[in-house]
């Protein structure tokens, strides 16, 4: 994720990018900071969806899109199973690249988009079994 921030009149440049699976590294002008990445805990390391389950959730079974965008990457594909915290896309809007997870554990029922696609706020992204 790139993008330009201003302080007390004064521009700053800002990227932010994963180090590997457990890293982060934010870049500020010329000085670079990582971090670890932090884990969240799901109801008392339950996965997502067994919790939800329990706590009778309804689980969602469409991930729309919450801005209009451009998909630039698709992680995943029909079929796939996915874990909570996956990856699923990259969108990009306003000059910011948004990264897509998963809220749950689940399975890909269909993909409906592609990268290079403009897509409208409230769009139905990926269909989930």
């Excluded at 000085?31 to 997502?48: A, C, I, L, P, Y």
């Excluded at 699923?88 to 269909?110: C, H, P, Y």
Aim: hydrophobic share 35%; aromatic share 6%; no cysteine.
């Amino acid at each position: 994720m790139d993008f330009d921030i201003k302080i007390k009149g004064k521009i700053y440049n800002i990227r932010i990018f994963e180090k590997g699976s457990d890293k982060v590294s934010v870049k500020v002008g010329e000085r670079s900071f990582d971090f670890d990445k932090v884990k969240k805990e799901t109801g008392k390391n339950k996965n997502v969806s067994e919790f939800a389950k329990q706590q009778k959730v309804q689980l969602k079974k469409e991930l729309k899109a919450a801005i209009a965008g451009e998909v630039s990457e698709v992680y995943v594909k029909d079929g796939d199973n996915i874990k909570a915290g996956q990856k699923i896309l990259t969108l990009l809007a306003m000059k910011m690249e948004n990264e897509i997870f998963s809220e749950t554990d689940g399975k890909i029922k269909k993909v409906l988009i592609r990268p290079n696609k403009t897509v409208r706020e409230g769009e139905i992204l990926v269909i989930f079994e």
